[in-house]
Nanobody
Framework: QVQLIESGGGLVQAGGSLRLSCAAS????????MGWFRQAPGKEREIVAA???????YYRDSVKGRFTISRDNAKNQVYLQMNSLKPEDTAVYYC???????????WGQGTQVTVSS
């Protein structure tokens, strides 16, 4: 059974930074794509960034140049470095795993990110 545990969320002022971490267990980490999604109150869950097994990355337009996704296969962890945070980045952020970037089948419990103006 896949287990994904997020950490690193919190409250930060606009313009600040946060680094989210996701620890994975239960499957061969390096064989799977990883992603970060978010869901704001009253809105649908949306992809933020993803990284393939080979290290190719994808970002939604609104976070390009501000967020960086990375993975450490030796530690079974994926990270999301978030800089220049904006109030509209406020959401619950979820870590996800799947066979490829567009097919995520396992999810963490989420971590709250709140950006104050």
């Amino acid at each position: 059974q896949v287990q994904l545990i997020e950490s690193g969320g919190g409250l930060v002022q606009a313009g600040g930074s946060l680094r989210l971490s996701c620890a994975a267990s239960g499957r061969t980490f390096s064989s799977y794509a990883m992603g970060w999604f978010r869901q704001a109150p009253g809105k649908e869950r949306e992809i933020v960034a993803a990284i393939s097994r080979s290290g190719n990355t994808y970002y939604r337009d609104s976070v390009k140049g501000r967020f960086t996704i990375s993975r450490d296969n030796a530690k079974n962890q994926v990270y999301l470095q978030m800089n220049s945070l904006k109030p509209e980045d406020t959401a619950v952020y979820y870590c996800a795993s799947g066979s490829n970037i567009v097919t995520m089948d396992s999810w963490g419990q989420g971590t709250q990110v709140t950006v104050s103006s």
